[in-house]
């Protein structure tokens, strides 16, 4: 199965800034199958980005996605207060699909 | 309101059996894979295995086949996962996603339950 690490582990940023989340897996992600999630505590994942850069129903602009084969980003710009919480990718090109183990951004 | 709306809380002992929902609406829920995601406490997420309700069609991961049962009523729009027998390592949040496929069992999730917590303890 596809490994996907995710660094790093914890981002540690000031509100107004940008966050760039790397998430890179073992072997290609096919047709750049990667998908990012954003997790609060107490909450249920919430879809952001698929298809590595196609931003989910009502995401704001202010997300975006990049990168192909192993190596994929997720760019938070001017971040706000309720960007604050946990990121997961996860790879659907190849069965089974996988998820990183997460990257958190705080204050 | 498109959602998915999971059975609540459950405690159990270990050797328990246990059965959880997940309840579809405001799609139309049989033609949508639903998937089965674990999330150990304050650890990351793992796919455990989809179900299309439109002909209960299940595939599990290789980790959790053998372990789970994953079934659908598409009559009442509804998805379950059951345990025969309950261990202390199941004791983790169980979230119901949609799942849009991609064939062979991949896919991504764009619509997920608020979870149900299940804690095995003696």
């Known amino acids: 199965e596809i490994v996907l690490t995710q660094s790093p582990g914890t981002l540690s940023l000031s509100l107004g800034e940008s966050a760039t989340l790397s998430c890179r897996a073992s072997?290609?992600?096919?047709?750049?199958?990667l998908a990012w999630y954003q997790q609060k505590p107490g909450q249920a994942p919430r879809l952001l980005i698929y298809g590595a850069s196609t931003r989910a129903t009502a995401i704001p602009g202010r997300f975006s996605g990049s990168g192909s084969g192993t190596d994929f980003t997720l760019t938070i710009s001017r971040l706000q207060s309720e960007d604050f919480a946990v990121y997961y990718c996860q790879q659907y090109g190849t069965s089974p699909v996988t998820f990183g183990p997460g990257t958190k951004v705080d204050i | 309101e498109v959602q998915l709306v999971q059975s609540g809380a459950e405690v159990k002992k270990p050797g328990e059996s246990l059965k959880i929902s997940c309840k579809g609406s405001?799609?139309?829920?049989?033609?949508?894979?639903i998937a089965w995601v674990r999330q150990i406490p304050g650890k990351g997420l793992e796919w455990m295995g989809i179900i299309y309700p439109g002909d209960s069609d299940t595939r599990y991961s290789p980790s959790f086949q053998g372990q789970v049962t994953i079934s659908a009523d598409k009559s009442i729009s509804t998805a379950y996962l059951q345990w025969s027998s309950l261990k202390a390592s199941d004791t983790a949040m169980y979230y119901c996603?949609?799942?849009?496929?991609?064939?062979?069992?991949?896919?991504?999730?764009?619509?997920w339950g608020r979870g149900t917590l299940v804690t095995v303890s003696s």
């Open positions: 072997q290609s992600v096919s047709s750049s199958y």
């Open positions: 996603a949609r799942h849009r496929d991609y064939g062979d069992s991949r896919g991504y999730f764009d619509l």
């Open positions: 405001g799609y139309d829920f049989p033609s949508y894979w």
